[in-house]
């Protein structure tokens, strides 16, 4: 069944979800606020980096894939996917100003439509907000009732750099619904994908994806817990991981130490899922201390560094990898941004390179150097910090032979196997 689809929002999990959809065989309009996204959208050219997405933008835009700044096509259309962004509040509350002016817009939208439509929320929202700000806005705006307006929400699990593959191989499907009309049209939609689906209630919904993103935040604090114990007693936290991972009620999954996780979901959204439990009057203390190690870990790597080259000013130090985690250019939260300005405090001539997050960064912060190979951001460098899981870091070797000598290679993530390497829990 080929269906009508407007998405709004085309960030990284709107254009990725209209991309697959469209991909799936759906005609799709992606209904955006930012021209440049729009234009570059429209002419087939990603505005993010992610694998497998040109192709399928070159392919199907202009005949089945549209971006637009008009909400038209929501009329058109069965289904409404709303994907705007859910940043934090100070507080580290969730700021659901765009969620609210989404619906309010496709509520307008639906005025005059007679036809039944589904709105469906794929936004990470607190427990509530699909009943509290969605279906009201929607319902107040397009004078209609619920009786031929139909609400899903519909978490998204996938994982930047590697979005589309995990869009389409889902380990399962999560759909809340306000009723079984609205669900079957979701169920159908997703069918292609053969995953499993969880049917169950829109808060419950909602409070699956803070579960899931606080959990796999609580193993990686975890992990880094264990791994800064085993360094202090020289024991590897990577023999001790797998020996643990191993035990099928673990998993061998996150368990990588190193310097925190980072990325515009699992510190917003711990931080989201504290600040809803102490507004019911719950103290939520390991979610609190899950942050306080993921703060403290980047940190580390300065700590390491000055227990190596001592006072640092002056001092020229290369930091390989700036995006939050590898395959892609997104640097939200990335954990070298702590450790770049730890370095630029202490006065040191820092030279970052990054495959494909410099421009991000240079933007963030734009008087340190950036350079255009590793080779030039080794050269003469005191050290080296290597802050992102890139594969093409696991290759390097040679290229230390252009560091002051001996070299001073620190690691936050664990990818260079050389005896000389000291990692920073490991
Ligand atoms: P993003 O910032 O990349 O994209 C949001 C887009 O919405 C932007 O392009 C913005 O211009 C647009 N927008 C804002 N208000 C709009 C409006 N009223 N009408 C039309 N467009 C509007 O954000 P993202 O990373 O795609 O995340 C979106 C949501 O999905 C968030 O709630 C996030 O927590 C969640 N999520 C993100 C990921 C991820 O890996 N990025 C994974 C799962 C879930």
């Known amino acids: ?24 065989g759906n005609n799709v309009t992606i209904i955006e606020v930012d021209e440049k996204k729009i234009d570059s959208i429209n002419k087939g050219v990603p505005p993010i980096f992610e694998e497998g997405l040109e192709e399928i ?6 005949t089945r894939l549209f971006a637009t700044n008009s909400y038209a096509s929501v009329a058109e259309c069965d289904v409404s996917i709303i994907c705007v962004g859910t940043p934090p509040n100070p507080d ?11 619906a309010i817009s ?20 607190p427990p509530g907000t699909t009943e509290k700000v969605v279906i009201p806005e929607v319902l107040k705006n397009s004078e209609r009732k619920s009786d031929n307006i139909g609400f899903c929400m519909n978490p998204e699990f996938l994982r930047e750099g590697r979005a589309i593959e995990d869009f389409l191989h889902p380990d399962r499907i999560v759909i809340g619904s306000s009723d079984e009309r609205a669900e079957g049209i979701l169920k159908d939609l997703y069918s292609p994908l053969q995953a499993p689906v969880i049917i169950t209630s829109l808060t419950a919904a909602e409070m699956i994806k803070y579960t899931s993103n606080s959990f796999l935040a609580t193993k990686i604090s975890f992990s880094n817990e264990i791994g800064n114990i085993c360094k202090k007693l020289g024991i ?3 023999d001790v991981m797998k ?25 917003k959204d711990v931080s989201a899922l504290i600040s809803l439990a102490e507004s019911v009057g719950e103290k939520p203390k390991l979610l609190h201390a899950v942050i306080e190690v993921n703060e403290i870990q980047p940190l580390k790597m300065l700590e390491l560094v000055h227990s190596r080259i001592g006072d640092l000013k002056s001092k020229r130090i290369a930091v390989l990898g700036l995006a939050f985690k590898d395959n892609t250019d997104d640097i939200r939260d990335s ?7 730890g370095l630029i ?67 936050g993530r664990r990818m260079i196997k050389r005896p000389d390497v000291e990692g920073i829990c490991w």
């Not at 929002?9 to 799936?24: I, R």
């Not at 035990?247 to 996780?261: E, K, M, Q, T, V």
């Open 1 to 24: 069944m080929s269906l009508s689809i407007s998405i709004v929002g085309g960030g990284y999990v709107g254009l990725v979800t209209g991309a697959c959809f469209t991909h799936l």
């Open 57 to 62: 933008l070159l392919k199907y835009s202009g």
């Open 92 to 102: 580290g509350s969730s700021n659901l100003e765009y969620i609210r002016s989404a």
């Open 106 to 125: 496709i509520g307008k939208a639906l005025k005059d439509k007679n036809r039944y439509h589904v709105v469906t929320v794929k936004s990470t929202v």
């Open 236 to 238: 590897d936290v990577y």
């Open 243 to 267: 020996g643990a991972g191993l035990d099928h009620r673990i998993g061998p999954h996150f368990l990588n130490a190193g310097a925190g996780f980072g990325g515009s979901c699992f510190p």
């Open 335 to 341: 954990r070298s941004i702590p450790v770049i300005k």
């Open 345 to 411: 405090k202490e006065g040191v001539d820092v030279i970052a390179y990054d495959p494909m997050a410099m421009s991000h960064m240079q933007k963030l912060f734009p008087a340190i150097s950036y350079a255009d190979s590793i080779e030039t951001a080794l050269n003469n460098a005191d050290a080296c910090l290597i802050m992102t899981e890139w594969p093409l870091f696991s290759q390097l070797d040679e290229e230390f032979s252009l560091m002051k000598q001996p070299p001073v290679i620190l690691e």
